[in-house]
């Protein structure tokens, strides 16, 4: 059995100005995502302005829905209380339902504009979702937030989060991490190029990542604002199912469809 180390949030500070490790996660993952837009930049025949106008919405994306989704899936009553708090994005509460949603409507505003079929702009992305999410997961790790229920105290990873309470419990950041992040990441890495007609990867991208994230959910406490919801899930289960369908959908959607749904 494992204790968590109680790491500080707080990675630097100069005086009054602090920076938190889970701000730095999220711009970790920004800069590995531009980059590796930029090396992809060629399949959508863009230039490095117009990949840096696309990161750039897709950072608003994430910020604004990630911050929003949270506020409005997961804790409407407390920030309505305290509407300064829904700024307060160094202290965590982010959800990647919310997140996701703003990078799709960047990422329709980002083909309108330069006349690019919408599923090809979101295979473009896909690869870096994965990255993300996987070092979202470890700045939830460092925060010591959304741990995992209870369990079995013989085994060996079982965790005990003093702040918390002496309970041992499934590490569930990291078991995010690895599914969502490292393992995820590979399969859509594996595809990339295997895969044909336009909105494949991204709709494997959609069930995989729903897949998971509905199981993992069976090892992670739910929201205590929130507890479990109908039929015994939570709201990250309820939240999971239509990006299931709609990933399945578009993984295996006939190639035919491809042109008629392209744009």
Do not use: K
């Not at 599914?179 to 890495?189: H, K, P, Q, S, T």
């Amino acid at each position: 059995m494992l204790v968590y180390p109680e790491i500080d949030p707080v990675a630097v500070a100069f005086g009054p100005v602090r920076i938190h490790w889970y701000g730095l996660m999220y711009a970790l993952a920004f800069a590995l995502g531009w980059w590796i837009l930029l090396r992809r930049r060629q399949r959508l025949g863009l230039d490095s302005e117009q990949v840096g106008d696309f990161a750039f919405a897709c950072i608003l994306g994430v910020i604004l829905g990630g911050r929003l989704g949270y506020v409005l899936f997961y804790n409407p009553a407390y920030y309505l209380s305290h509407p300064l708090a829904v700024f307060a994005v160094w202290d965590g509460g982010m959800a990647f339902h919310g997140g996701l949603l703003g990078v799709v409507v960047a990422g329709i505003w980002f083909a309108r504009r330069h006349g690019l079929a919408i599923l090809a702009v979101a295979d473009f992305i896909t690869p870096i979702v994965p990255i993300g999410l996987g070092l979202g997961r470890l700045g939830n790790f460092i925060n010591g937030e959304l741990w995992g229920r209870p369990a079995n105290p013989e085994l060996p990873w079982a965790m005990v989060f003093p702040h918390v309470d002496r309970v041992p419990r499934h590490p569930s950041q990291l078991y995010e991490l690895l599914l969502e992040g490292v393992a995820l990441f590979a399969v859509i890495w594996a595809l990339d190029r295997r895969l044909h007609g336009a909105g494949r990867l991204f709709g494997v991208l959609l069930l995989g990542y729903g897949l998971v994230r509905f199981g993992v959910e069976y090892f992670r406490a739910p929201d205590p604002q929130l507890g479990l919801l109908v039929l015994g899930l939570s709201m990250g289960q309820l939240l999971s199912l239509p990006m299931v369908a709609a990933g399945a959908w578009l993984a295996a959607r006939p190639l035919g469809q491809q042109h008629r749904t392209g744009r």
